[in-house]
């Protein structure tokens, strides 16, 4: 079993930073050794969307949305999994969930991004960006 605790979410103007972070625990091995991790976000009335992904070997991709803005990192000596938000906009506006998948390759690194691919999720941190 995993599980995923965010933290980070606040109220922030366009054009603000944040960074999201999101604790493991794992009753086996490190998780992020071994595991896909994903960043995923849901705005209200919204279906939940794919925002950037991290392998297990540290390669990372985007949503187009937010390529050149967000990026994601992780220590895996900490096991702590990390989204660096830059230059936010009001669409970013949304409720925050990490995940993660038992499962590694570059098919996880998307997009797409398929929530369906991750078993553990985490109960979200929300962000606001107001104009």
């Known amino acids: 079993q995993v599980q995923l605790v965010e933290s980070g979410g606040g109220s922030v103007q366009a054009g603000g930073s944040l960074r999201l972070s999101c604790a493991a625990s794992?009753?086996?091995?490190?998780?992020?050794?071994?595991?896909?991790m994903g960043w995923f976000r849901q705005a209200p009335g919204k279906e939940r969307e794919g925002v950037g992904a991290?392998?297990?070997?540290?390669?990372?991709n985007y949503a187009d949305s937010v390529l050149g803005r967000f990026t994601i990192s992780k220590d895996n000596t900490k096991n702590i999994l990390y989204l660096h938000m830059n230059n936010l906009e009001p669409e970013d506006t949304a409720m925050y969930y990490c995940?993660?998948?038992?499962?590694?390759?570059?098919?996880?690194?998307?997009?797409?991004?398929?929530?369906?691919?991750?078993?553990?999720w985490g109960q979200g941190t929300q962000v606001t960006v107001s104009s």
């Open positions: 991290i392998d297990s070997d540290g390669s990372t």
């Open positions: 995940a993660a998948a038992p499962v590694s390759g570059p098919l996880m690194l998307g997009p797409p991004y398929r929530v369906d691919y991750y078993d553990f």
């Open positions: 794992s009753t086996t091995y490190s998780t992020y050794v071994t595991y896909a």
